[in-house]
């Protein structure tokens, strides 16, 4: 069973970056589309952006679009979020999952379109001069 684990959390000002990882604690993460996603207190969960399992297809929405990207290691079991041009409004808990019911070369963004489970407890993210 897919168990992830996200880290690389932290307080940035606005216009710096930040490197997320998403850690897989079994060897299975390649059978996996792994999303992004990050809530704020009193908003449903938003997706920020997925890859597909087989590292071809990648998707973001317009808030994040050219600023964020996810990449994956399928050797190290590992899904990084970079991202970068950081702002305010993008503080947030950021969570990864894992979607298995997709196919190789997709991916869903947003998280009720997919069949995400495996949800991490998430990494805090705060953007602030």
């Known amino acids: 069973q897919l168990q992830l684990v996200e880290s690389g959390g932290g307080l940035v000002q606005p216009g710096e970056s930040l490197k997320l990882s998403c850690t897989a604690s079994s060897f299975v993460i390649d059978h996996y589309a792994i999303g992004w996603f990050r809530q704020v207190p009193g908003k449903g969960r938003e997706g920020v952006g997925c890859?597909?399992?087989?590292?071809?297809?990648?998707d973001y929405p317009d808030s994040v679009k050219g600023r964020f990207t996810i990449s994956r290691d399928n050797i190290k079991d590992v899904v990084y979020l970079q991202m970068n041009s950081l702002k305010p409004e993008d503080t947030g808990v950021y969570y990864c999952?894992?979607?298995?019911?997709?196919?190789?070369?997709?991916?869903?963004?947003?998280?009720?379109?997919?069949?995400?489970?495996?949800w991490g407890r998430g990494t805090q993210v705060t953007v602030a001069s």
């Open positions: 999952a894992g979607d298995g019911d997709q196919f190789a070369g997709d991916c869903m963004v947003e998280p009720d379109k997919g069949h995400y489970e495996s």
């Open positions: 890859i597909s399992r087989n590292w071809m297809y990648t």
